[in-house]
């Protein structure tokens, strides 16, 4: 039957059944879940796919967020940690990074800022001191850490530092393509879940309904849905023109209008102002307020009160010395501008260079180089000042109160020797602060000529107005930049009068005799005899030491002092050995060599220490008392002088006193030496100063003198050493010589037992010298019982005298000296375990060693007057 023939109910009925659509009624469940339906359980996690990028940076952002925290609350022990994290994540992170061909900014400014918070942390001494043991420790190792790691990121630093306004435009554009990727995105969640929150419209009618009236109801919701684009339908439809892509125009509208709305909105949420965008390019600098109100008229009054007001934040928490400067300055030129007169512009630049050395907060630490020319630079016009206005009266004493900038004569307040003391100090640390091997280091030290210059100055203005007090701490100071300085003119012509000889002389002699403190007096005393000794004049030098009796003082003097006189003493014994005194260079440097401190005890360098670390205070305190590196004295020169100087001495004495067991030690740090080269198994050929020195001192003991020569002077060592006196050819022949004299005498003391008679003229030619010089020495060794010899004056032949014990006779003589003690050792014993008491046999002990002693005593006597009885039946028979 036709399923549109209108019959009755019960037909309509049954064809309605036949070809009835089924559509679910409320309530009714399924039968079967539809596919690609949309969950309604808004609780269920949205899954968002994300690049490899997105995952490392996140990850990089935010150990650097969890770093910035504890950078807040200086936690150094999780910043180090944190770091740590930081350097793991980067490592995983150089894949993607090595794609975008660019290290992230925000990692290098977290870089930046790190190292820059840790430097300010290791620069606040107080705060150190007042962290806990852990912090402390996870600075000093974060410290070590970052800079280590930052090397790797040295040129990227360095231009992050120069241009960090790159950044800001990263980070705005990297927020808009990510805020359009979540508007997008959220875009699209919206239009899913309207979908699936409206009601989808389910076809519900009566029976009584037509069939026309369903498939007219069912026709208009389909075409409604279609044309609403999936709104109202409950499927989706999707057209071309939504995927595909916009026009660049609209595109930037786009990116424009959403950025207008992100500031909009953030001006909505702040509450206590307005923002304002930031504009690209460097920040607009604004106008710094006027000094002076504009109807204000600008006097003395307004001008002090300006300059009390700008000093009084001096020393204060938050104040910007830049600004303070900058201020002062400022204050100095509307002075000038006004025509206030030279006394208040000058109080002004006292308070200006002042500022400039306020600047660096910590005393240890140096100027910057751009701070010194500013302190330079005011310093000589602050002298100019002094120069053109004689009718300003300057004194430290002088009371604010009492001052006069108004009317001369004037009156300030100030110290002019004490601010080019403190220039002068600032010069010395700046120097101490820079690698001595870098250029840096000679362009600061080419500034001295300026320091001098003002020095100079500051003497010309203090000598005829000064106080005695000032012009001794003057002429000090020009001392100290004068008497380490060696002048080669005053060295070949030492009869001419020199000019920082005369200038060195005079300023000695006032402070001899006009200074009321010792300090003053010791320095500039030791200074003149170091100038001395420098220039090799010896007499002079050794004179002045021996009667200022400072060798008996100086352990109650500062330390500053002391290592003053340790220099000095040292470039005595240099100019001793310069000029052939052997012993008396000894003498003068084997303080300082004795305890292998030389380096310490001439402030060139600290030592590590084994018994005792040092407190970082004390490090510092001796950090600030060491020399600059033109000062420094050759410590491989110092310690081969000494070596050369002890070996010339000591391998004679020990030749003479062979089978003496109870001879002394003249040098012991030359014995050690020597013991250690005795105990290698293998000695190869000498490569250090040390070695050459050895091996010149074996040779010597057998009398090869050539051989010794050639140990010490040779290519390598005169690179070394001998290259660094000035006229070295000099020198060299001066050790020759003393080298020839003293294998001489060491063979005479070794082979004299060997031979009866030896020739003056084969001595000479053995050793290549003089025939006269060889009569001089050994007529020296029989004057001083030396050698048991004679002079056979017709034949020029040495007779030897066989009144020494030979060798199997000297050993004899130890031998029983040993068995002797061994014997009484013995006895001591025995009486101890047999539990007699000791003084019952000490009585036989005692006489013992008295017949022993008397029966020596009466042997040495026998010998010495048989060897005074052949001397006397000598010369008788000669003259």
């Keep these: 039957m036709s399923r549109f023939f209108k019959g009755s109910d019960s037909e309509s009925d049954s064809s309605s059944s036949d070809s009835e659509v089924n559509v679910p009624r409320p309530g009714a469940s399924a039968a079967r879940p539809v596919a690609y339906a949309f969950s309604d359980n808004e609780d269920e996690p949205k899954r968002i796919v994300r690049s490899a990028k997105d995952k490392r940076f996140d990850e990089l952002t935010e150990i650097i967020k969890k770093m910035g925290n504890h950078k807040k609350i200086k936690d150094m022990s999780s910043v180090l940690t944190d770091f740590e994290e930081l350097g793991k994540a980067y490592e995983k992170s150089k894949k993607v990074i090595e794609k975008e061909k660019q290290i992230p900014r925000f990692f290098l400014r977290c870089l930046v800022e790190l190292e820059d918070f840790v430097s300010e942390c290791w620069e606040d001494r107080e705060g150190r001191k007042q962290m806990s043991k852990n912090n402390a420790k996870g600075l000093t190792t974060l410290r070590q850490k970052l800079k280590k790691y930052n090397r790797d990121f040295e040129s990227e630093i360095t231009s992050y530092r120069e241009n960090p306004d790159e950044e800001e435009e990263e980070v705005v554009m990297d927020s808009e393509a990510e805020e359009s990727e979540e508007e997008s995105r959220e875009d699209f969640m919206k239009s899913k879940t309207r979908e699936e929150s409206k009601p989808s419209k389910r076809v519900t009618y009566d029976d009584d309904d037509d069939d026309d009236d369903i498939d007219w109801e069912m026709s208009s919701d389909s075409s409604s849905s279609e044309s609403d684009g999936g709104e109202g339908g409950g499927t989706t439809v999707y057209t071309a023109a939504m995927f595909l892509k916009k026009q660049p125009g609209e595109e930037k509208k786009d990116k424009k209008d959403k950025k207008e709305k992100r500031v909009r909105r953030k ?79 000058m109080k ?23 701070m010194w020319e500013k302190c330079l630079k005011g310093v000589s016009e602050l002298l100019d000042m002094v120069e053109a206005n004689p009718d300003i009266n300057i004194g430290e004493n002088i009371l604010e109160e009492s001052e006069n900038v108004t009317t001369s004569p004037y009156r300030i307040r100030g110290c002019i020797l004490t601010v080019v003391e403190r220039m002068d100090e600032e010069f010395t640390k700046m120097l101490q602060a820079c690698d001595a091997h870098s250029t840096e280091y000679v362009d600061r030290l ?58 060195m002389e005079e300023m000695c002699k006032y402070i001899y005799a006009k200074d009321l403190t010792d300090r003053l007096r010791t320095r500039s005393m030791l200074c003149q005899i170091y100038h001395q000794a420098l220039h090799d004049r010896w007499y002079q030098a050794r004179d002045l030491m021996l009667m200022s009796h400072l060798q008996d003082t100086i352990q109650h003097s500062d330390v500053p002092t002391q290592i003053l006189y340790n220099r000095t003493m040292v470039q005595l014994g240099l100019c001793a050995f310069r000029k052939g005194m052997i012993r008396d260079a000894h003498n003068a440097l084997v303080d300082i ?50 070596l050369v100087s002890a070996m010339l001495i000591e391998v004679p004495y020990m030749a003479a006193h062979e089978m003496d067991a109870r001879r002394r030690m003249i040098s012991k740090n030359f014995h050690h030496v020597m013991r250690m080269s005795e105990r290698q198994a293998l000695t190869g050929p000498p490569e ?40 070295s050819e000099t020198v060299q022949e001066m050790v020759t010589s003393k080298i020839q004299e003293e294998s001489l005498r060491t063979y005479l003391f070794t082979y ?128």
């Design 688 to 727: 250090s100063m040390r070695e050459h020195v050895v091996a010149a001192s074996k040779a010597m003991k057998t009398g090869n003198w050539k051989e010794c020569k050639n140990y010490i002077i040779n290519e390598k060592m005169n690179a070394k050493v001998w290259e660094l006196f000035y006229k």
């Design 267 to 345: 001006a909505e949420e702040d509450e206590g102002g307005e923002w304002e965008e930031v504009t690209k390019g460097a920040p607009m600098v604004k106008e710094a307020p006027k000094m002076f109100a504009k109807d204000t008229e600008v006097n003395h009054e307004a001008v002090i009160k300006k300059l009390n007001e700008i000093i009084s934040a001096r020393g204060k928490k938050g104040t910007d010395r830049n600004e303070q400067i900058a201020l002062l300055t400022e204050l100095q030129s509307i002075s000038n501008a006004n025509n206030l007169g030279p006394a208040i512009s």
């Design 446 to 503: 080419k500034d001295e000529k300026d320091v001098c210059t003002v020095l100079d100055r500051l003497q010309t203005y203090l000598v005829p107005r000064g106080t005695t007090e000032e012009i001794c701490r003057v002429y000090l100071r020009r001392i100290e930049h004068l008497y380490y300085k060696f002048d080669p003119e005053a060295y070949d012509n030492p009869q001419l009068e020199n000019q920082s000889f005369k200038d």
């Design 593 to 642: 060599q004795s305890g292998g401190r030389a380096k310490e005890l001439l402030a060139q360098g600290l030592l590590l220490q084994r018994q005792h670390e040092r407190t970082p205070e004390q490090e510092k305190i001796e950090k600030r008392r060491l020399l600059p590196y033109h000062m420094h004295i050759n410590l491989e020169l110092l310690e081969c002088v000494y």
């Design 348 to 370: 002004i630049m006292f308070n200006i260079v002042a500022a400039i050395y306020d600047y660096n907060p910590n005393i240890a630490t140096c100027m910057r180089s751009e």
């Design 752 to 879: 004299s037992s060997v031979y009866d008679s030896l020739s003056l003229e084969t001595l000479a030619d053995m050793f290549e010298i003089d025939q006269g010089i060889v009569h001089s020495i050994i007529s020296k060794m029989i004057i001083n019982e030396e050698l048991m010899a004679s002079l056979d004056e017709p034949t020029r032949t040495v007779v030897m005298h066989r009144t020494e014990p030979t060798r199997l006779q000297s050993l004899a003589l130890q031998l029983s000296e040993k068995v002797s003690s061994l014997v009484d050792n013995n006895e001591r014993i025995m009486e101890l375990k047999q539990g007699n008491l000791f003084f019952q046999k000490s009585g036989n002990m005692q006489d013992r060693q008295d017949r022993f002693q008397s029966n020596y005593q009466q042997n040495r006597n026998q010998n010495w007057q048989d060897r005074r009885n052949q001397r006397q039946n000598y010369s008788q028979r000669t003259y």
